[in-house]
């Protein structure tokens, strides 16, 4: 009986001990097995968060631009941008078009960036990027190299950390440095840019402008609204239109519209004669070109304008106008001065004199010329869309001897010749006679 009751015993016991190894190795070490494998388990996910998150922010880059350079279009080429034509040539330089560009970009990028998040129990921070470039050179552009895009963005200096939220595991923190680069292809911002810089520069808008001022002969007032010279200001418009017009390729449609135009009288007599410059209160624009930053752009309307012309009070300030043939205008009839005719002895003295008369006119026009690329549609908040780029073309003008008249000198009874009459804007010529009564 004894010698059965060792072996169970032995057998019992070996069952304990191996029981109870088995509990102390999965108390002890299986914990720590099962903590190691969810370690590397939450490590290749938060890796696969930064991954994402990097594809995540080269898709923002892409649409961060397109959204900069669908604005900057829209209000010249930068938003802050002044007239590309201001009684002069005055396109805008690519220099300051570039850094607005860069700023909006790099401001709209930073923005979508703090968007991100996920589902996973970790945390992800991204720090803005410090820089973003576009690396594009002035003389390329005017050579067409970024015509159809194919150029590069690169944002530099961020960092972008994910955190486990997991309390049972501790120290688990993934950090990179990060900089993402894109290739910007379909896109024809610059192209409609450097097609708007050579009609600019050529401008041929205000030497037409300067040529019709004679329809301002018959203003009222010193500064009115346009009657008279409406039609001969549209006249101009539709002729610089056709000219811009013309420089595209067959996928840009362009058109104009109205901002203001005013008309003027001006004193008489003034030299010297020719085109120079009028500040009209009621019709002009700033000619200066900057790049303004907007921080609540967020909700950027399709219908914003941010140009600074005066004339009339709604924000984009245009109204269509129908490009018309100019009727024929004449210079209103001077009083004359009554000859005196003084009678002695049948006969009569007639005071044939004369003087030419001349009064300042002017002419003040500006208009928004809009050209839309449908080669390419690029993203908006409306989905895809085609490029459309603005530019205001603004002429000033008023000349001291545009309107000019011959007037009859007003002479003294007493006048033996006509220099001693009263001129109107030159000494008085012609001859005093005596003829029969």
């Known amino acids: ?20 190894g088995f509990v102390f190795y999965n108390v002890f070490y299986g914990k720590k097995y099962e903590e190691k494998i969810s370690e590397i388990k939450i490590l290749d996910a938060t890796r696969n968060v930064i991954e994402n998150a990097k594809s995540y922010l080269k898709l923002s880059l892409v649409y961060s631009s397109s959204r900069a350079m669908r604005e900057q279009a829209m209000s010249g080429g930068s938003i802050g941008a002044g007239a590309w034509i201001c009684s002069r040539p005055n396109p ?54 970024y015509d159809e895009g194919n150029f590069t963005i690169l944002a530099k200096d961020s960092i972008i950390s994910a955190i486990s939220k997991d309390i049972k595991i501790k120290d688990i923190r993934v950090s990179e440095n990060l900089n993402i680069s894109e290739l910007i292809t379909k896109n024809r911002f610059w192209y409609m840019f450097r097609i708007f810089t050579e009609w600019a520069s050529e401008d041929p808008f205000s030497p037409c402008i300067c040529s019709v001022l004679g329809c301002a002969c018959p ?12 039609s001969y200001a549209d006249m101009c418009a539709k002729y610089a239109l056709k000219n811009l017009q013309n420089r595209f390729d067959e996928y840009v449609v362009c ?25 009209s209160k009621r019709c002009s624009a700033r000619c200066e070109h900057s790049c303004i930053f907007y921080e609540n752009l967020y909700y950027f309307s399709e219908k914003e304008s941010f140009y ?9 300030c245009t109204t269509t106008t129908t490009l018309s043939p100019p009727t024929t205008t004449t210079i209103p009839p001077i009083t004359t001065i009554p000859t005196t005719t003084i009678t002695e002895q049948k006969e009569c003295i007639v005071y044939d004199c004369y003087s030419y008369y001349w009064h300042e006119a002017r ?14 549609y690029i993203s908006s908040p409306k989905g895809p869309a085609p490029l459309t780029f603005s530019v205001i073309a ?4 008023r000349d001291p001897q545009r309107c000019k008249a011959i007037v009859k000198c007003n002479c003294p009874s007493t006048a033996t010749k006509c ?5 109107a804007c030159t000494p008085c010529f012609g001859e005093i006679k005596t003829v029969p009564c």
């Not at 058109?255 to 410059?277: D, S, T, W």
């Not at 002419?363 to 390419?376: E, N, V």
């Open 255 to 279: 058109k104009v519209e109205n901002v203001c135009c005013m008309q003027g009288r001006g004193p008489p007599c003034l030299e010297p004669p020719g085109c120079i410059g009028w500040s």
């Open 92 to 145: 805008l330089p690519v220099s300051i078009s570039k850094r607005c560009l860069e700023n909006y970009t790099q401001y709209y990028l930073n923005m979508y960036a703090g968007e991100f998040n996920t589902t996973l129990p970790l945390s992800v921070y991204i720090k803005n990027f410090s820089s973003l470039i576009y690396q594009i050179e002035e003389y390329s552009v005017f050579k067409g190299l």
């Open 219 to 230: 203003s009222q007032s010193g500064d009115e609204s346009c009657s008279s010279c409406l």
């Open 419 to 423: 220099e001693e009459c009263i001129p």
């Open 1 to 20: 009986m004894k010698s059965q009751i060792i072996p169970i015993s032995f057998l019992l016991l070996s069952v304990s001990l191996i029981i109870v």
């Open 363 to 376: 002419l003040s026009a500006a208009y928004i010329f809009t050209c839309t690329d449908y080669k390419y």
């Open 394 to 397: 603004y002429a000033s003008f």
């Open 308 to 316: 600074q012309v005066s004339g009339c009070e709604s924000p984009y």
